[in-house]
């Protein structure tokens, strides 16, 4: 139970992240990224490495993908296509990778945060909520959580500009 406790902190954000950028309904993303990491523990056992896991992770995490716009009769499109790999195409996973490498740093930067502040970002920032519906649900004024907010922001730009 540790192990995954381990493996679902590791990859919280990330897949979390992942799902966001296919599916756009909060509930919708939370239903994947529950259903990913019940598959993750199914398959706990069959894993040896950390790039094992990682790699279940991710493919699960396309499959739920898919199955979801499946069932909903749409059509997904994979952001890479491992087929006919190009020199543009080889390009494009570059920057890819760059880019996860970047969200693994404000990731990381994001857990150094107080949680308060990191879930009035989040909310915020990745799901779109108005500073003014979050501080209806915490019962706080909406200057409090501008302010929550803003210390997360100052706080990523300070110490993103040590790795960019």
């Known amino acids: 139970m540790d192990s995954f406790k381990e493996i679902y902190s ?19 993303i939370e239903e994947l990224v529950q259903d ?21 992770i991710f493919k699960s995490a396309k499959q739920e993908v898919s199955n979801f716009y499946r069932k909903r009769k749409m059509i997904f499109v994979p952001l890479e296509n491992s087929q006919n790999v ?15 490498d970047q969200l ?5 930067l994001l857990e150094q945060v107080p949680e308060r502040s990191r879930d009035f970002f989040i909310k915020n920032k990745i799901q779109n909520l108005s500073l003014f ?6 019962d706080i004024s909406k200057t409090a ?8 922001l100052k706080f990523l730009k300070a110490n993103l500009s040590l790795f960019f």
Not at 86 to 100: A, F, G, L, R, Y
Not at 133 to 138: D, F, H
């Open 10 to 28: 590791a990859y919280k954000h990330r897949v979390y992240f992942f799902v966001a950028k296919y599916v756009s309904d909060e509930e919708d």
């Open 36 to 56: 990913i990491f019940m598959h993750v523990w199914k398959y706990r056992s069959k894993t040896d490495s950390p790039s094992q896991t990682e790699a279940i």
């Open 86 to 100: 190009d020199e543009e195409e080889t390009s494009d996973i570059e920057k890819k990778i760059t880019q996860e």
């Open 104 to 108: 693994q740093k404000i990731e990381d």
């Open 133 to 138: 519906t979050i501080a209806q649900e915490n």
């Open 145 to 152: 959580v501008e302010k929550h907010v803003n210390k997360v």
